[in-house]
């Protein structure tokens, strides 16, 4: 349970059963909504149970700040790291690129590991969403569909993907301009399916930096200017972007869209679409789960 420290600290008890049976965890920077069902019946203490696992698990990265603001090529996994720490470590260092760190998959590890620890009780159908890196868990029958924003910030998805069983997609994940974390390209919106939010979530944030191009009207700064504590120190980020040509918008996704292949050629995602100034581009493999609204 969660001790009467944490409730003092954040004035409210972090983790709330909302009307629909969604469980929401509202704990420091994560805010994770967990769904939770058996052939169709909410398994609201579960989702519970998976809520608490969270905060663990948050607080076992606090633990380990320091190695996950390391280069993930330069990292070995050792006994003592927690199961989270290991899971970004791994999927990180799959992507053989020399300047991500773990935190690149924070969010879509965290969900996988709630995600996990749920379906391995007998849930059917869990999607776990931690700011919009998703971890989805389907048992034979199940389907799970998933809007897709063009934009991070905007209201309303522009696409929606159908996903079952039988695709082998367990995760969901988007990078871009306006999230929670820095990107040093200039898409919208980079969102990736693959096996594992894990995998989902590294993988956006290498395909979202490879839409990076030269332009006056693109605005960076180092990293650290805007956040002291960031592991990506002297990296160079995008602030806001401009009016772009059509040209340009183009080298830019053909850019991402490129790299997305590569790792698509690897075997670490099923695919990805990326959009920039109201275009968007994705891998062939989307074509028959992917509609637009």
Same mark, same amino acid.
């Given at each position: 349970?969660?001790?009467?420290?944490?409730?003092?600290?954040?004035?409210?008890?972090?983790?709330?059963?909302?009307?629909?049976?969604?469980?929401?965890?509202?704990?420091?920077?994560?805010?994770?909504?967990?769904?939770?069902?058996?052939? =169709? /019946?909410?398994?609201?203490?579960?989702?519970? @149970?998976?809520?608490?696992?969270?905060?663990?698990?948050?607080?076992?990265?606090?633990?380990?700040?320091?190695?996950?603001?390391? /280069?993930?090529? @330069?990292?070995?996994?050792?006994?003592?790291?927690?199961?989270?720490?290991? *899971?970004?470590?791994?999927?990180?260092?799959?992507?053989?690129?020399?300047?991500?760190?773990?935190?690149?998959?924070?969010? =879509?590890?965290?969900?996988?590991? $709630?995600?996990?620890?749920?379906?391995?009780?007998?849930?059917?159908?869990?999607?776990?969403?931690?700011?919009?890196?998703?971890?989805?868990?389907?048992?034979?029958?199940? !389907?799970? *569909?998933?809007?897709?924003?063009?934009?991070?910030?905007? *209201?309303?998805?522009?696409?929606?993907?159908?996903?079952?069983?039988?695709?082998?997609?367990?995760?969901?994940?988007?990078?871009?301009?306006?999230? *929670?974390?820095?990107? /040093? =390209?200039?898409?919208?919106?980079?969102? !990736?399916?693959?096996?594992?939010?894990? &995998?989902?979530?590294?993988?956006?944030? $290498?395909?979202?930096?490879?839409?990076?191009?030269?332009?006056?009207?693109?605005?960076?700064?180092?990293?650290?200017?805007?956040?002291?504590?960031?592991?990506?120190?002297?990296?160079? $980020?995008?602030?806001? !972007?401009?009016?772009?040509?059509? @040209?340009?918008?183009?080298?830019?996704?053909?850019?991402?869209?490129?790299?997305?292949?590569?790792?698509?050629? /690897? =075997?670490?995602?099923?695919?990805?679409?990326?959009?920039?100034?109201?275009?968007?581009?994705?891998?062939?493999?989307?074509?028959?789960? &992917?509609?637009?609204?």
């Amino acid at each position: 349970m969660l001790s009467e420290l944490t409730r003092r600290t954040y004035g409210h008890d972090p983790i709330q059963i909302l009307s629909n049976g969604t469980v929401l965890v509202d704990y420091g920077p994560m805010y994770m909504l967990i769904s939770a069902f058996e052939n =169709g /019946k909410s398994l609201i203490h579960l989702a519970e @149970e998976g809520a608490h696992l969270a905060i663990q698990g948050l607080e076992d990265l606090a633990k380990f700040l320091s190695v996950l603001k390391k /280069k993930s090529q @330069e990292l070995e996994i050792e006994g003592e790291f927690p199961d989270v720490v290991r *899971r970004m470590i791994e999927a990180t260092k799959k992507m053989e690129e020399p300047d991500l760190t773990p935190l690149a998959a924070v969010a =879509g590890t965290t969900s996988d590991v $709630v995600a996990d620890f749920i379906f391995s009780k007998g849930g059917t159908k869990i999607i776990v969403d931690n700011g919009g890196d998703i971890a989805i868990r389907l048992r034979e029958g199940e !389907v799970a *569909r998933v809007g897709v924003k063009t934009e991070i910030d905007a *209201r309303h998805p522009t696409f929606l993907i159908s996903i079952d069983s039988s695709m082998g997609i367990g995760g969901v994940a988007t990078s871009g301009l306006g999230g *929670r974390s820095f990107t /040093k =390209g200039i898409a919208s919106a980079a969102t !990736v399916l693959s096996e594992t939010a894990s &995998l989902a979530d590294a993988a956006a944030t $290498v395909i979202g930096n490879f839409t990076n191009i030269e332009d006056p009207s693109i605005m960076k700064s180092l990293a650290e200017k805007i956040y002291p504590d960031t592991d990506i120190a002297g990296e160079w $980020v995008t602030i806001k !972007v401009g009016k772009l040509s059509q @040209e340009k918008i183009g080298e830019a996704l053909d850019n991402g869209l490129s790299k997305a292949h590569s790792i698509c050629q /690897k =075997g670490l995602i099923k695919g990805a679409l990326i959009a920039l100034k109201e275009k968007a581009v994705w891998t062939e493999s989307l074509n028959s789960c &992917l509609m637009r609204l």
